[in-house]
């Protein structure tokens, strides 16, 4: 069974810019969670989909937005990009439970904000 | 506010011993503490997950118990590798808000 995908693998924006992040999860996986991992303050809960829907959101702005497909792929958005945005952002999907259950992380987005 | 601590921050030791990582939670209304390695470049790969109303779980030579009243968890690793050479993190999964709180990690070395 093929794992968690995610592209691109590395980005360079420049500030004020957009990006949108693709995360593709484990065949018959419903959930997708996305985190935010950074230096300085480490992993950081974004939100996460069920069944298209966003079913939890950590404490982000609201520059930070995603969406899931009927086909479970997830994409995560940022607008307005600034500095401290880059970070490597990890998508994790599961079966049902997100987080309450053991989440298949994929490789990450390394975004690099200029 | 909720916070997980990871002690100590580096670790390292000659291949074959057994060792400890630590872990602790200030909000003891966890619905699970789950351990995770991550590797130089790559995502993260889930090890060990506790529910609340367990003691510990084993995976091969991987142990990790969690003591809720006292706010930690450890994470037992026998007969060390340098296989076993990565970063380790915690993270508790709160029941306020079904969200998961992450430690900083322990950076393990193992010499061979």
């Known amino acids: 069974k093929a794992g968690v995908t995610q592209t691109p693998r590395y980005l360079i924006k420049t500030r004020g810019q957009q990006v949108t992040l693709s995360c593709s999860p484990i065949s018959g996986h419903r959930s997708v969670s996305w985190y935010q991992q950074t230096p300085g303050q480490g992993l950081q809960f974004l939100f996460e989909y069920f069944s298209e829907t966003q079913r939890n959101k950590g404490n982000f702005p609201g520059r930070f937005s995603g969406r899931q497909f009927s086909n479970s792929r997830s994409e995560m958005n940022v607008s307005t990009l600034e500095l401290g945005d880059s970070a490597l952002y990890l998508c994790a999907s599961s079966s049902e439970g997100g987080a309450q259950e053991t989440q298949y992380f994929g490789p990450g987005t390394r975004l690099l904000v200029l | 506010k909720q916070e997980v601590t990871q002690i100590p921050a580096a670790l390292s030791v000659p291949e074959g011993e057994n060792l400890v990582l630590n872990c602790s939670f200030t909000?003891?209304?966890?619905?699970?503490l789950q351990w995770f390695r991550q590797d130089p470049g790559k995502g993260l790969t889930s090890l060990l997950l506790i529910q609340s109303s367990q003691r510990e779980q084993t995976s091969g030579r991987l142990n990790a118990s969690l003591d809720k009243s006292s706010g930690r968890s450890t994470l037992y690793i026998a007969a060390s590798q340098p296989g076993d050479s990565a970063t380790y993190l915690c993270a508790g999964l709160m029941d306020s808000n079904y969200q998961l709180i992450w430690g900083a990690g322990t950076k393990l070395i193992i010499k061979p």
């Open positions: 909000d003891s209304a966890i619905y699970n």
